[in-house]
């Protein structure tokens, strides 16, 4: 199974770059992890017209067979161990592709959540999309140790 991560943003934020970065660099290479930057779209009067069209730039990035996982506020959270059981899950089901969806500053457009498989959220709180990529990046880097061996989580 491979990893992706799909993101919203203009990558701005050089601490969260480098964090995202680091861990995503340490994860096994068997995950062919990559990530797709997407562009936002600019804000021209409709937070639902900003959020739809990017869902729709987010979704034609998917292949067919593809899992999708959106983080989003209102979606599950669960701890560590939890999320690790996530991936191993979409492993069990064959699943070629886990895609991780990080929607821009007006979070994702229905479509998102209509077609992810689960929904997931990294924190109680609302976090930008750098640091819900920095944070994704070490979770699935933790994971990867819980799952396949590893001395990172304690």
Do not use: C
């Not at 730039?57 to 959270?77: M, T």
Request: net charge positive; no cysteine.
């Amino acid at each position: 199974m491979k990893i992706t991560t799909l993101w919203v943003g203009k990558g701005r934020v050089k601490w969260a770059d480098a964090g995202a970065i680091e861990y995503t660099r340490r994860l096994p290479s068997h995950l062919g992890y990559t990530e797709t930057q997407i562009k936002p779209v600019a804000f021209q009067g409709s937070e639902v017209e900003v959020r739809n069209a990017e869902a729709e730039k987010i979704l034609g990035q998917l292949k067919s067979g593809d899992r999708l996982i959106a983080l989003d506020e209102r979606g599950d959270a669960p701890d560590s161990h939890g999320f690790a059981a996530l991936i191993d899950q979409a492993a069990q089901l064959g699943t070629r592709r886990l895609a991780f969806a990080i929607g821009g500053p007006y979070g994702h457009g229905e479509a998102v959540r209509d077609r992810a498989w689960k929904t997931i959220r990294l924190s109680r709180m609302v976090l930008n999309h750098s640091m819900a990529r920095m944070v994704l990046s070490e979770q699935l880097y933790r994971a990867s140790t819980l799952l396949w061996g590893g001395q990172y989580h304690h």
